[in-house]
DNA sequence: CGTTGTGTTAACCCCGTGTGAAACTCGCGC
DNA sequence: GCGCGAGTTTCACACGGGGTTAACACAACG
């Protein structure tokens, strides 16, 4: 499962990029009412909060931050964005969020202290990750889990099955498999690919093995089948 | 009485503006040694630390910060100076320092820092102690337990078992594991990691050794291989 | 000088990987 | 339907590289 951020009011640029980099997805609240953010909650909660100071007023920033710690729900820790100008403005208010960056955003620094505030919360798993209907890779640990049953991989099959997974309905050739995967100056035999497919399928078990398929005389494709709209 | 907050190396232009600016006067160890900064100490002990990173070996900050974090008495907050280029380097180092300003130093960030974290000091307390199923360790005595029993670990055991256990499920090759354990000048053969892991297995006892798993051609995990997910 | 901690070297071993060949399937023409 | 060939799946096995392990070298420290 990945971790929700809540972001208010938009999630724009940089911003959006830190939160990639820091591997949490956001939920975008542009009213900042409370109504409004109750309605985005996921059921295991808001991991953390970005709230763009710069982008609305500033006491409607405040107030907000202010009501997001009174909730009985946690929110994690509050991070501000705020303008140079604004940093006066912090004084005595320490209690309302938990770090803030100062304008321009930079995208190294939001994500590190994304990051740091994150993992100092005791959230474990900010982690990139591969996710796919019911396949998911979590990048940092190596584990891939297939409808929540971990799978257990050996490097290569890792590495084809993340392969195919971050290029999803894509078509791959055996030899761009062998290339792109393997390395560029692999050279080996086109039956090699078809080996570590078929050890993929049965790890992914019967139920989820058509997740690869074989499209004849070309190559294969990672994804459910499109089926072709009727009508 | 005013409030002193320990300087590495220095404590110069924006860095002393900014002090001032918070309201707390500074005790400048130039060195970063631990008797250095011990001669410096108020009876009263330190209120925070400022430790610019930019300014000496980055290796050399992260032990003063982990020796910091080590002594008996509190030095408070742990406030560290970076260039942008090291940002990267402070990821899973969350533990070792409680903010951080982004130089060029600005005077207003800096000192609303300085007093974000020293108002927040109280509340926000670092957990003095790692603890994962059976393993327990104490940052501050150095000691670790397995189901109770005592481990006698060595300095580096020591150290190369928190790192993995502090990032647990995370997977880590042999030269993160060099860089970030051993440091960053560190040039050393791969295999030292490996029979560290080794010994430490074997202090682990059998029957807790699989907590330090292998992930072939990748590097070396700890924790059970549980399944995530579940929140 | 023993002791203890740390890093290196090299032998050993095992598992992941690639390969060839057999079995099988699909598409096509008759 | 039948036969055929190209393409794919499946299997068993050999090899090599990566991991484990023990023994040694060396520095630090008393």
């Given at each position: 499962m990945i971790d929700v951020v809540l972001c208010v009011p938009s999630c724009e640029g940089p911003i959006r990029k830190a939160l990639e980099v820091a591997g949490v997805s956001p939920a975008v609240a542009s009213s900042g009412r409370l109504a409004e953010v109750g309605a985005l909650e996921p059921a295991s909660g808001f991991a953390g909060a970005v709230i763009?100071?710069?982008?609305?007023p500033f006491n409607d920033a405040m107030n907000l931050c202010r009501q997001l710690r009174h909730r009985t729900t946690s929110v994690g820790p509050i991070i501000l964005l705020v303008d140079?100008?604004?940093?006066?403005?912090l004084t005595f208010r320490e209690d309302l969020f938990d770090d803030f960056v100062v304008g321009p955003f930079d995208v190294s620094e939001l994500a590190t202290r994304l990051r740091h505030r994150l993992r100092r919360a005791g959230n474990e798993s900010v982690a990139a990750r591969v996710v796919h209907g019911d396949l998911a890779m979590n990048l940092e640990t190596y584990q891939a889990t297939i409808a929540g049953r971990v799978m257990d991989l050996t490097y290569m099959e890792y590495e084809l099955l993340r392969f195919l997974a971050t290029n999803p309905q894509r078509v791959f050739t055996r030899e761009t498999l062998l290339s792109r995967v393997w390395g560029y100056e692999y050279y080996g035999g086109a039956r090699t690919v078809d080996v570590h497919v078929r050890r993929l399928r049965a790890k992914l078990g019967e139920e989820h093995a058509h997740l690869i398929q074989t499209v004849r005389s070309v190559g294969y494709r990672f994804g459910v089948p499109e089926r072709e709209e009727e009508g």
């Open positions: 763009n100071a710069a982008g609305f140079h100008y604004q940093l006066d403005d």
